[in-house]
């Protein structure tokens, strides 16, 4: 998200970036869940790989645990239970479903995921075009976590719904309209040489 705080754009213009970055990343969790089967968002084959369904679920929770809870008055939560069911492991907001049992949970269904995130959107969007001057530097400053949160989540759906048809002996593609990968074998192993020495590495 290479959005920034600028001083040059006036407010309301800040407002519609925002709510246009906001709608774009919400839009595209749901385009990558677009081939998926109702099966296919609900199964957990390892603890570490989440459902589809889980994952759309808890990075609305975000936003409405740490946005719409705290600026938005009187923001109608979508249901109280949600709030352990879909908390991942943030322990200074309570309980949490745990992790290796997310792949338990049939209800609630698909449907009503995609109702909780359009009940989260809505409300968003009135957060972002409402909240005054003087509390859009936090919200928008949330938001920013809250975007790069999904779009984190948009990363982990993707291994995880590989994770999880990988287990599946159908072989199910998530995409049909790729090339086969060409089958070859991987070269033998062997020792490469380099020169020693300590050596920094990262940012
Ligand atoms: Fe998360």
């Not at 609305?60 to 939560?77: C, G």
Request: glycine share 4%.
């Amino acid at each position: 998200m290479a959005l920034t705080h600028s001083v040059s754009t006036s407010l309301e213009e800040q407002r519609s970036i925002w709510a246009e970055a906001y709608r774009g990343v919400r839009q595209r969790s749901e385009e990558l869940c677009a081939p998926l089967s109702p099966e296919d968002y609900v199964i957990q084959t390892t603890p570490e790989a989440s459902p589809a369904k889980w994952h759309l679920a808890h990075v609305s929770w975000f936003f409405e645990t740490f946005l719409l809870k705290e600026y938005l008055a009187r923001y109608p939560e979508f249901h109280p239970l949600y709030r352990d069911l879909f908390n991942s492991y943030y322990e200074q907001i309570g309980k949490y479903h745990p992790r290796h049992e997310r792949g338990f949970l049939s209800r609630p269904g698909v449907g009503e995921i995609y109702r909780y995130r359009a009940h989260v959107d809505e409300h968003m969007l009135t957060l972002l075009h409402s909240v005054s001057e003087s509390l859009w530097p936090s919200v928008q400053q949330r938001l920013a976590i809250g975007l790069n949160h999904e779009q984190q989540h948009q990363e982990l759906l993707l291994t995880d719904i590989k994770r999880n048809f990988s287990a599946n002996p159908l072989r199910p593609a998530y995409r049909s309209d790729l090339p086969e990968t060409p089958k070859a074998s991987a070269p033998a192993m062997r020792w490469l040489a380099f020169p020693g020495g300590v050596r920094e590495i990262g940012h």
